[in-house]
């Protein structure tokens, strides 16, 4: 593996892990938010990661068949939670039933700022990698130096 695929790695992950900031953030947002008479009420988003390849052109194409390796991950879908809302009684509220209840969408915010540490942390993992593998390059170009 070399520095540019290095860095590209690491970019994939940054960019996962910011996708994944942004649901949890989105799912923060609306935890108190109810559904309308009419509509749906919000679904926690959780994002699904895979392993992926990068696209390399043809020749190191070849290579990588020769050698294969894993070079990323990628974003599969943002699924949504399949967790029933809660009712909470609320009978002066515009959006409640007949029998004074609104729903609430299943949002445990205990659990959602445990995933907002665990992708801080991979985020952070991510920028350590890149600028490790800046330094080496870095490094790398001293030796030749007098």
């Given at each position: 593996?070399?520095?540019?695929?290095?860095?590209?790695?690491?970019?994939?992950?940054?960019?996962?892990?910011?996708?994944?900031?942004?649901?949890?953030?989105?799912?923060?947002?609306?935890?108190?938010?109810?559904?309308?008479?009419?509509?749906?009420?919000?679904?926690?988003?959780?994002?699904?990661?895979?392993?992926?390849?990068?696209?390399?052109?043809?020749g190191k194409?070849?290579?990588?068949?020769?050698?294969?390796?894993?070079?990323?991950?990628?974003?599969?879908?943002?699924?949504?939670?399949?967790?029933?809302?809660?009712?909470?009684?609320?009978?002066?509220h515009p959006?409640?039933?007949?029998?004074?209840?609104?729903?609430?969408?299943?949002?445990?915010?205990?659990?959602?700022?445990?995933?907002?540490?665990?992708?801080?942390?991979?985020?952070?993992?991510?920028v350590t990698?890149?600028?490790?593998?800046?330094?080496?390059?870095?490094?790398?170009?001293?030796?030749?130096?007098?």
């Amino acid at each position: 593996m070399n520095f540019m695929d290095t860095l590209k790695t690491s970019a994939t992950g940054l960019s996962a892990q910011r996708l994944r900031m942004n649901l949890i953030s989105s799912n923060l947002a609306n935890v108190n938010t109810p559904q309308a008479k009419e509509g749906n009420a919000y679904r926690r988003k959780d994002a699904v990661f895979e392993a992926r390849n990068q696209k390399p052109e043809f020749g190191k194409a070849l290579a990588d068949r020769l050698h294969p390796g894993l070079t990323g991950v990628g974003v599969v879908a943002i699924r949504d939670d399949n967790r029933p809302p809660i009712l909470k009684y609320d009978p002066h509220h515009p959006d409640a039933n007949a029998e004074g209840f609104i729903s609430l969408p299943n949002i445990n915010v205990v659990e959602e700022m445990v995933n907002m540490i665990s992708a801080t942390r991979s985020y952070e993992a991510n920028v350590t990698a890149v600028k490790s593998t800046k330094d080496m390059a870095s490094a790398a170009l001293d030796i030749g130096k007098p």
